[in-house]
């Protein structure tokens, strides 16, 4: 029984005195909670109301009332851009305050919703607009006149969750590969004496390099198609993209991360070291980028900073290509984003990268 | 008794520093055309230091390395050309086999190789589809030997090249050796095993301490030291129990 114990304790030690046991077991964890906290959760269960008011100050107070719902997520924003975000599904319903509106006043609103797709959500958004509308009619003064809130049918393009999940699934792979494929693979060279054996014949260290940047980078473009093909052929992805594109950034994307991958492989001397830190850098990014969940229900600091993120900028450029077909210039921002990232990511791992 | 060249590895004052300590401590010798060269020592004498320091793989605190008329310091690209290394700890590419090495790192010298011709050498013809992994000890440093010969060097280092290898395979190394050698090669070699300088070197540095302190052909030093009074303590014995060894189980070397 004894040696039971003593056995528990010595492996104790062994664990606790790894440097890393201490930052995953206990550090870690933590970490994820905090950023979970602040991704709001509960946001998922309210409705997404875009208002276009066209009414200016007067549009004002029936503004603020509207907010002040907390069923609605409200966002104000021009008609095209709501209407457009409404065809995507980013919003539930879009009202609109039309130019001619006052408190009171003849004039009624629309309110616009893709009724087919998201009946709860339209006839609910509906009912709590006219509740609110008719408690501020009764409030101001007795016999103002009821304004009607009218929702329209609006058929947007029934986009479902795996036309959001896959592009992001897409961008984590292709970060997958590039870090965990690279430092993965390198440390191991590294440990195993390989490549000193090649250091001594008179090859380039930059040859090989090449070699392997472009052997991943042919791996993730099949990657990325096998996925998109499957995704479009079983999975109903509603891709309307220049593949081209897709392709492009796929590559920009790959060539950050393949960047870091290096960075991580010079610095760690063993598969030991490269996991923690690779992970360190891979989960917030996955938790934040807009991977799994939308990144509008995140608060508004965050949302910023994790704006910077290449995974971000990977994510949403893919999927805007995909499937909202946009164009070159209308994902110029993600591919500027990813070439400054790639920029960066490249000379830290030329400064870091090491042979032993 | 072999015809040497003309000196085709000159190191004069050979210093290298980890820290504060000089684990090459000004270290000077010569090496002349198809001589096997052995430096013998301890461990931790500084022996794989300074290969590694000829071979280019370190950078020199002091001194100068003149390897078939090139400054090792300086001309390191073209010094890697005429060089062939088999390294103390190292290992080749998991997924490839025997044959693909040896075709890819006569890419690295741009040549093309027959790999077989080269697997002959080394009496690993047969295995020229393995992959490293499922071979031998011995066989793997015979492997690393053929991809040291890949570029036809002037110069081999081998680094304790039969460490951990049983008697039959240790003694059919020294076969290949002395033959590459016969083929016009020159050979420098590291070992702390005393029986593989006397039956392989032709002159010998002894390394203590980052320093050579002693360099002679092997049977000059024996002489010196029994010409200074010098006996073995026991009688010596008409055969030792490698002898026995070696007529119980032959010469045939053992392969899995």
Redesign the interface.
Known sequence: MRIKWMLTLASMKMFFRQREAILWTLLFPLLVVVLFGFVKFNGLGTIDMGVVNEAGPAGEELLSRIRSVTTFEVAEGTRDDEMARLAKGERDLVLVIPSGYTQGGAAGLTAYGDVEAKPQMTQLGGLVLQRELDEAAFAGAPGLRRTLVTTLPFKSRNLTYIDFLLPGILSMSIMQAGIFGVAFGFVTLKK???L????????RPNDFIIAQVAMRLIVIMMQMAIMVGVGVLFLHLHFIGNMALIFLLGVLGAVVFLGFGFSLAGISKSEDQVAPLANLITLPMLALSGVFFSRTNLPGFVRSVTSLFPLTYLADGLRSVAIDGASFMQVMPQILGLLIWGVVSCVVAVRLFRWE | MTEYGEIVLQVDDLVKRYGGVAAVDGVSFSVRAREIFGILGPNGAGKTTTLECIETLRTVDAGKILLGGLDVRTQAHEVKRIIGVQLQSSSFFDKLSLAELLVLFGEMYGRRVDPLTLLDEVELRDRARSQVAQLSGGQKQRFSIAAALVNDPVVIFLDEPTTGLDPQARRHLWGVIKRIRSEGKTIVITTHYMDEAEELCDRVAIMDAGKIIAMAPPHEMIDALVAGGFRKEKVERLASLEDVFLSLTGHTIRDE
């Open positions: 195993r004496g390989i000193r054996r090649l250091w001594v014949t008179p090859i």
